[in-house]
Nanobody, 125 residues
């Protein structure tokens, strides 16, 4: 059983930056591929970024490529997403997710067994 706790959300102006963190409790963190998803009331949950066990492979949605960077620190049991050049359309609740096998391509939400509670990111224009 893995418990995920996100932090770092908030209100930022367009063009600004935020870094989200997700701390994992329980399990062996390095045995889990990790990802970030986001959701708004108008849209289904969508993939944002994913990272393999070792961090050697990363995957991004086209909408965030070049602006967001996912990383992990296996010693701290934490995954991050650095979000730069934020746009109002990035406004959403961001969720951290974990799956107990490695990922080799862009994953889908249904693959992930463990989810955090979400953190709100609001980008004002």
């Amino acid at each position: 059983q893995v418990r995920l706790v996100e932090s770092g959300g908030g209100l930022v102006q367009a063009g600004g930056s935020l870094r989200l963190s997700c701390a994992a409790f329980g399990g062996t963190f390095s045995n889990y591929a990790m990802a970030w998803f986001r959701q708004t009331p108008e849209k289904e949950r969508e993939f944002v970024a994913g990272i393999s066990w070792s961090g050697s492979r990363t995957f991004y949605a086209n909408s965030v490529k070049g602006r967001f960077t996912i990383s992990r620190d296996n010693a701290k049991n934490t995954v991050y997403v650095q979000m730069n050049s934020l746009k109002p359309e990035d406004t959403a609740v961001y969720y951290c997710a974990a799956v107990s096998y490695d990922i080799v391509a862009e994953p889908i939400a249904e693959e992930f067994r463990y989810w955090g509670q979400g953190t709100q990111v609001t980008v004002s224009s």
